[in-house]
């Protein structure tokens, strides 16, 4: 990885500065490899270009893992639970810095992790974040960001706020089990146990959905299902999710019942929304300002970004989109073409949104197995077609 040079317009005499800020490819490279296929394209035909890679993530899985490549950090861990109680370990970071705490839902409470056992729509919990969040805050950090996504629960936050200390009564003032349904009971929030820090930190929550907590468009109705969730399942958990909106709102003041992005994971925002003053984000801008993007496409000749499928989610919210518009938003207004596995997204509609062109890697009709072998190998290619393009007479 190379620096990075400041100003208020690229110098077209130098060697041109090249940003390479990919999400991961689902199933075949992680943001940190696709980065660096990209980068050794670039180079393949504009051997002097200066090429700054940035992996990037949406906010969801796959965020921590960016992070870390670009800070040249190794993952902590902490012995928690997943979320169905059995023992885990789950991974976090810190900036080199020390300043901000990285945790990903999906690290202790994620669908991965219980994938093996049958689902439990009205038991999984996260608590094991909470948990996660705990050692997070012991190490000192003065900012947390939680990266949300691939959760396996519908409990609103209550596990997490357990975690760290809380506990969920019911009017005899026993704690309620764990999961969604438990909330069902839930009659009191007691803070008095809650982790010394958990209120003296800022909390930034990663979210690309605008769902409420409860309703039609809510948690239980539309995410429910992914997790195993009858319509039952779903009926019951929306209507204890509206108890906790409620229990929440008369313990803090804070309503959080139709609050856009509270739905996402599960429900989680809402309870740091309440209880710890957490502010939600877009994932991709809370990652770009995270590694140093908009600070990178100040002096940048071309950008280049990426991820398995480009189609129309592309373009709301997700890293191109992110990249795009910082890349529209800064002093050189450089190119940004999207290398993607696939490209679903009509022409014009890139370009609305900022993209100058999208190319797909595959050669040709070729099955799904043999492009995912050659991922890397696709990718520096495709990225040199890209370069010859825009950057090989210029530098010349």
């Given at each position: 990885m190379t620096g990075t040079t400041q100003g208020s317009a690229p110098d077209r005499s130098a060697a041109p500065h090249v940003v390479v800020a990919p999400d991961s490819f689902k199933g075949s490279l992680p943001a940190a490899a696709v980065a660096e296929?990209?980068?050794?394209?670039?180079?393949?035909?504009?051997?002097?270009?200066?090429?700054?890679?940035?992996p990037m993530a949406d906010g969801g899985e796959g965020t921590l893992e960016a992070l870390l490549g670009v800070w040249g950090a190794g993952p902590r861990e902490v012995a928690t639970v997943d979320a169905i109680g059995r023992p885990t370990t789950a991974r976090w970071a810190?900036?080199?810095?020390?300043?901000?705490?990285?945790?990903e839902l999906a690290e202790a409470s994620g669908l991965p992790r219980v994938a093996d056992a049958p689902p439990r729509p009205l038991g999984a919990h996260t608590r094991g974040t909470g948990e996660l969040a705990a050692a997070v805050l012991d190490a000192g950090v003065a900012e947390v960001l939680v990266c949300l996504g691939g959760s396996a629960s519908t409990d609103g936050g209550a596990g997490l706020l357990a975690g760290l200390g809380a506990r969920v009564l019911d009017a005899a003032g026993a704690?309620?089990?764990?999961?969604?349904?438990?909330?069902?009971?839930?009659a009191a929030l007691d803070l008095s146990g809650l982790h010394p820090r958990a209120r003296q930190v800022r909390w930034r929550v990663a979210v690309d959905v605008t769902n409420p907590l409860v309703g039609e468009l809510g948690a239980a109705a539309v995410f429910g299902p992914q997790k195993g969730a009858g319509p039952a399942d779903v009926a019951a958990l929306d209507a204890a999710l509206g108890r906790w909106a409620d229990l929440l709102e008369r313990t803090t003041g804070a309503r959080t019942h139709d609050l856009p992005g509270a739905g996402a994971a599960g429900g989680v925002p809402a309870a740091l929304v309440a209880v710890l003053g957490a502010e939600l984000e877009r994932g991709a801008d809370l990652v770009a300002e995270s590694v140093g993007l908009p600070a990178?496409?100040?002096?940048?000749?071309?950008?280049?970004?990426?991820?398995?499928?480009?189609?129309s989610q592309s373009v709301r919210g997700k890293v191109a989109d992110g990249v795009a518009r910082l890349a529209a938003a800064s002093p050189a207004r450089p190119p940004v073409v999207v290398v993607a596995g696939q490209v679903r997204l009509p022409a014009a509609q890139a370009r609305a949104a900022g993209?100058?062109?999208a190319f797909s890697i595959a050669p040709g009709p070729v099955a799904l197995e043999e492009l995912l072998g050659r991922t890397a190998e696709r990718l520096r290619e495709t990225a040199a077609h890209v370069t010859a393009l825009t950057l090989a007479g210029r530098a010349a």
């Open positions: 296929a990209l980068a050794a394209g670039v180079r393949d035909v504009v051997p002097a270009a200066r090429v700054t890679c940035l810190v900036s080199p810095d020390g300043k901000v705490g990285v945790v704690p309620v089990p764990d999961g969604g349904a438990g909330l069902a009971r839930a990178a496409l100040a002096d940048a000749a071309l950008v280049l970004t990426g991820e398995g499928s480009f189609d993209i100058a062109a």
